[in-house]
Protein backbone atom coordinates (compact mmCIF):
# COMPACT_ATOMS: atom_id res chain seq x y z
CA UNK A 1 0.00 0.00 0.00
CA UNK A 2 1.22 3.62 -0.90
CA UNK A 3 0.70 6.88 1.04
CA UNK A 4 -1.97 8.80 0.34
CA UNK A 5 -3.81 11.92 0.63
CA UNK A 6 -7.64 11.59 2.22
CA UNK A 7 -10.15 13.91 1.49
CA UNK A 8 -13.72 13.57 3.03
CA UNK A 9 -16.19 15.31 0.99
CA UNK A 10 -19.95 15.75 1.56
CA UNK A 11 -21.98 15.47 -1.07
CA UNK A 12 -25.48 16.90 -1.78
CA UNK A 13 -26.56 14.59 -4.08
CA UNK A 14 -24.33 10.94 -3.48
CA UNK A 15 -25.20 9.56 -6.56
CA UNK A 16 -24.08 12.19 -8.94
CA UNK A 17 -21.23 12.76 -7.18
CA UNK A 18 -20.48 9.04 -7.58
CA UNK A 19 -20.91 8.93 -11.05
CA UNK A 20 -18.81 12.40 -11.35
CA UNK A 21 -16.32 10.38 -9.56
CA UNK A 22 -16.28 7.45 -11.18
CA UNK A 23 -16.11 9.02 -14.63
CA UNK A 24 -13.79 11.20 -13.61
CA UNK A 25 -10.77 8.46 -11.37
CA UNK A 26 -11.99 6.24 -14.69
CA UNK A 27 -12.84 3.84 -11.89
CA UNK A 28 -15.82 2.42 -9.71
CA UNK A 29 -16.15 2.94 -5.96
CA UNK A 30 -13.23 0.34 -4.17
CA UNK A 31 -16.41 0.76 -1.14
CA UNK A 32 -20.11 1.58 -1.13
CA UNK A 33 -22.65 1.94 1.68
CA UNK A 34 -25.39 3.74 2.64
CA UNK A 35 -24.86 7.61 2.70
CA UNK A 36 -21.15 6.86 2.02
CA UNK A 37 -18.87 6.00 -1.46
CA UNK A 38 -15.11 5.70 -1.23
CA UNK A 39 -12.86 5.48 -4.38
CA UNK A 40 -8.67 4.83 -4.21
CA UNK A 41 -7.87 5.54 -8.04
CA UNK A 42 -4.62 3.95 -9.28
CA UNK A 43 -3.11 6.73 -11.48
CA UNK A 44 -3.33 9.23 -8.12
CA UNK A 45 -2.60 9.08 -4.91
CA UNK A 46 -5.84 9.79 -3.21
CA UNK A 47 -8.33 8.35 -0.91
CA UNK A 48 -11.83 9.98 -1.27
CA UNK A 49 -14.64 9.47 0.74
CA UNK A 50 -17.77 11.08 0.19
CA UNK A 51 -20.87 10.91 2.54
CA UNK A 52 -23.83 12.41 3.23
CA UNK A 53 -25.04 14.89 5.55
CA UNK A 54 -22.52 17.25 7.77
CA UNK A 55 -23.77 20.24 9.85
CA UNK A 56 -24.97 23.41 8.43
CA UNK A 57 -22.83 25.81 6.68
CA UNK A 58 -19.51 23.73 7.26
CA UNK A 59 -18.69 23.44 3.68
CA UNK A 60 -18.23 20.62 1.58
CA UNK A 61 -14.75 19.41 2.83
CA UNK A 62 -15.20 17.52 6.45
CA UNK A 63 -11.62 16.71 6.65
CA UNK A 64 -8.49 16.26 5.01
CA UNK A 65 -5.82 13.27 5.94
CA UNK A 66 -2.85 11.39 5.19
CA UNK A 67 -3.07 7.31 5.18
CA UNK A 68 -0.09 5.72 5.72
CA UNK A 69 1.14 2.53 5.49
CA UNK A 70 1.38 0.66 8.57
CA UNK A 71 0.54 1.27 12.62
CA UNK A 72 4.29 2.28 12.92
CA UNK A 73 4.41 4.68 11.05
CA UNK A 74 1.01 6.65 12.87
CA UNK A 75 2.89 5.71 16.13
CA UNK A 76 6.15 7.31 14.19
CA UNK A 77 4.36 10.64 12.90
CA UNK A 78 2.04 10.89 16.34
CA UNK A 79 5.65 11.01 18.64
CA UNK A 80 7.08 13.36 15.62
CA UNK A 81 3.90 15.82 16.11
CA UNK A 82 3.74 15.44 19.74
CA UNK A 83 7.72 16.46 19.69
CA UNK A 84 6.75 19.55 17.80
CA UNK A 85 4.19 21.00 20.37
CA UNK A 86 1.66 20.48 18.69
CA UNK A 87 -2.25 19.61 20.03
CA UNK A 88 -3.48 16.17 19.09
CA UNK A 89 -6.39 13.60 19.99
CA UNK A 90 -5.33 9.68 19.57
CA UNK A 91 -7.75 7.19 18.49
CA UNK A 92 -5.90 3.49 18.05
CA UNK A 93 -8.09 0.58 17.10
CA UNK A 94 -11.39 2.70 16.23
CA UNK A 95 -13.98 1.70 14.09
CA UNK A 96 -15.00 4.21 11.65
CA UNK A 97 -15.81 5.01 8.27
CA UNK A 98 -16.38 1.26 8.00
CA UNK A 99 -12.92 0.08 9.26
CA UNK A 100 -10.97 -0.43 11.80
CA UNK A 101 -8.40 2.39 12.14
CA UNK A 102 -5.51 3.44 14.06
CA UNK A 103 -5.23 7.22 14.08
CA UNK A 104 -4.45 10.65 15.44
CA UNK A 105 -5.72 14.59 14.43
CA UNK A 106 -4.44 17.41 14.67
CA UNK A 107 -6.52 20.96 14.05
CA UNK A 108 -4.77 23.57 11.65
CA UNK A 109 -5.19 27.30 13.18
CA UNK A 110 -8.38 28.02 10.54
CA UNK A 111 -9.91 24.84 12.15
CA UNK A 112 -9.16 22.60 9.45
CA UNK A 113 -9.01 19.02 10.91
CA UNK A 114 -6.02 16.94 9.33
CA UNK A 115 -5.87 12.99 10.00
CA UNK A 116 -3.20 10.67 10.03
CA UNK A 117 -4.12 7.56 9.95
CA UNK A 118 -3.55 3.66 9.10
CA UNK A 119 -6.76 1.42 7.82
CA UNK A 120 -6.11 -2.22 9.77
CA UNK A 121 -9.01 -3.35 8.53
CA UNK A 122 -12.68 -3.16 6.75
CA UNK A 123 -16.07 -3.63 8.60
CA UNK A 124 -18.36 -6.05 5.80
CA UNK A 125 -20.09 -6.74 8.92
CA UNK A 126 -20.79 -4.10 10.92
CA UNK A 127 -23.89 -5.14 12.89
CA UNK A 128 -22.68 -3.91 16.93
CA UNK A 129 -22.51 -7.40 18.45
CA UNK A 130 -19.27 -8.50 16.39
CA UNK A 131 -17.61 -5.10 16.13
CA UNK A 132 -14.21 -5.88 17.64
CA UNK A 133 -13.94 -4.22 21.30
CA UNK A 134 -12.33 -1.04 20.19
CA UNK A 135 -13.37 2.23 20.86
CA UNK A 136 -16.93 2.52 20.35
CA UNK A 137 -18.31 4.86 17.84
CA UNK A 138 -19.54 7.77 19.46
CA UNK A 139 -22.15 9.53 17.19
CA UNK A 140 -22.58 7.10 13.82
CA UNK A 141 -24.59 9.61 12.17
CA UNK A 142 -21.61 11.20 11.38
CA UNK A 143 -19.38 8.98 11.09
CA UNK A 144 -15.61 9.91 9.64
CA UNK A 145 -15.71 13.28 11.09
CA UNK A 146 -13.49 14.12 13.27
CA UNK A 147 -15.50 13.92 16.37
CA UNK A 148 -16.99 10.76 14.79
CA UNK A 149 -15.08 8.25 17.09
CA UNK A 150 -14.46 10.17 20.30
CA UNK A 151 -15.21 13.14 21.70
CA UNK A 152 -12.26 14.39 23.91
CA UNK A 153 -10.93 17.46 23.45
CA UNK A 154 -7.34 17.87 21.83
CA UNK A 155 -5.07 17.58 24.26
CA UNK A 156 -1.46 19.41 24.93
CA UNK A 157 1.59 17.48 25.16
CA UNK A 158 1.00 17.08 28.80
CA UNK A 159 -2.19 15.37 28.47
CA UNK A 160 -4.65 18.30 29.33
CA UNK A 161 -7.21 19.44 27.81
CA UNK A 162 -6.45 22.39 25.65
CA UNK A 163 -8.68 25.22 25.85
Not at 20 to 39: D, I, L, S
Not at 50 to 56: P, Y
Request: proline share 7%; aromatic share 8%.
Amino acid sequence: MSIRVHLHVHASDLDKSRDFYARFFGAAPVKEKAGYVKFLPEWAPVNLALSTGGSAGAGAVDHVGVQVDSPASVVEHLARVKASGLAVREEMGVNCCHANQDKFWVRDPDGVEWEVYHLNYDLEDESPALRAPALPMAKDAACCAPSCCSTPALLDTSGAPRI
